[in-house]
Nanobody
Framework: QVQLVESGGGLVQPGGSLRLSCASS????????MGWYRQIPGKEREVVAT???????NYADSVKGRFTIFKDRSKNTLDLQMNSLRPEDTAAYYC?????????????WGQGTQVTVFS
C-alpha cells in the first residue's frame, strides 16, 4: 500500500523559506488527493494545502500567497514551498494521500517533519 516519507523541515527565522518534500511508494495510481497538514501539540491537525490528481490546488487562508504545493516530477515527490514564514507556522507537518491503493480505501499519513520559525 501507500507509504509516505517527509523531509525538509528545520529551523528558520521569520521571513525565511523552507521546502518540504514527500516521497511516496506503493500503488499511487488511484490516489485522488494529496496534501500537507500541520499540527501543534494540544491542537487538532489542520489542512495546509491539497492538490488533486488533476493538479487543482487549494490552500488554507492562513498560507495563501506564501505557500505553494506542487508535484516535482523529476524527483517524484509532493513538495510544499513555504515562503515568508511566520512564528505561527511552527508545527509538525504531515504529508497525506487520500484514495485507493491495491483495492484498499485509505487516508495515509507520513511520520511528519518539524518546522520551527523563531526569532
Amino acid at each position: 500500500q501507500v507509504q509516505l516519507v517527509e523531509s525538509g523541515g528545520g529551523l528558520v527565522q521569520p521571513g525565511g523559506s523552507l521546502r518540504l518534500s514527500c516521497a511516496s511508494s506503493g500503488n499511487m495510481i488511484d490516489i485522488n488527493v494529496m496534501g500537507w497538514y500541520r499540527q501543534i501539540p494540544g491542537k487538532e491537525r489542520e489542512v495546509v494545502a491539497t492538490i488533486t490528481s488533476g493538479g487543482n490546488a487549494n490552500y488554507a487562508d492562513s498560507v495563501k500567497g506564501r505557500f505553494t504545493i506542487f508535484k516535482d516530477r523529476s524527483k517524484n515527490t509532493l513538495d510544499l514551498q513555504m515562503n515568508s514564514l511566520r512564528p505561527e507556522d511552527t508545527a509538525a507537518y504531515y504529508c497525506n494521500a487520500d484514495g485507493w491503493s491495491d483495492g484498499v480505501r485509505g487516508f495515509w499519513w507520513g511520520q511528519g517533519t518539524q518546522v520551527t520559525v523563531f526569532s
